[in-house]
């Protein structure tokens, strides 16, 4: 079964930084297009930035050229490098694991909370 742990959330400053990791594990990691979503109070849940197999990435309109999706197909790992934050990307970030092979097949963190404010 495949589990991910997100950290690196928390508390930061307008125009601040923060880098979020999501350790996958269970399956093989490598063949999983993965993703960060994020959900504020009394709204949608929404995709912030995937990350293909291949290394293809998208993002949101709201964070490009702010925020950077990679992965570390040898740790398992998942990053979002988050610059230039304001106040309306705090949310609770998920991490999402999509198979590749089947699509309807996917899995996710429990969610960090990130707060941006003064």
């Known amino acids: 079964q495949v589990q991910l742990v997100e950290s690196g959330g928390g508390l930061v400053q307008p125009g601040g930084s923060l880098r979020l990791s999501c350790q996958f594990s269970?399956?093989?990691?490598?063949?999983?297009?993965m993703g960060w979503y994020r959900q504020a109070p009394g709204k949608q849940r929404e995709l912030v930035a995937g990350?293909?197999?291949?290394?293809?990435?998208n993002y949101t309109d709201s964070v490009k050229g702010r925020f950077t999706i990679d992965r570390d197909n040898a740790r398992n790992t998942v990053y979002l490098q988050m610059n230039s934050l304001k106040p309306e990307d705090s949310a609770v970030y998920y991490c999402?694991?999509?198979?590749?092979?089947?699509?309807?097949?996917?899995?996710w963190g429990q969610g960090t909370q990130v707060t941006v404010s003064s």
């Open positions: 999402n694991a999509q198979y590749e092979v089947v699509l309807s097949l996917r899995y």
């Open positions: 269970g399956s093989i990691f490598s063949i999983y297009t």
């Open positions: 990350i293909t197999s291949g290394g293809t990435t």
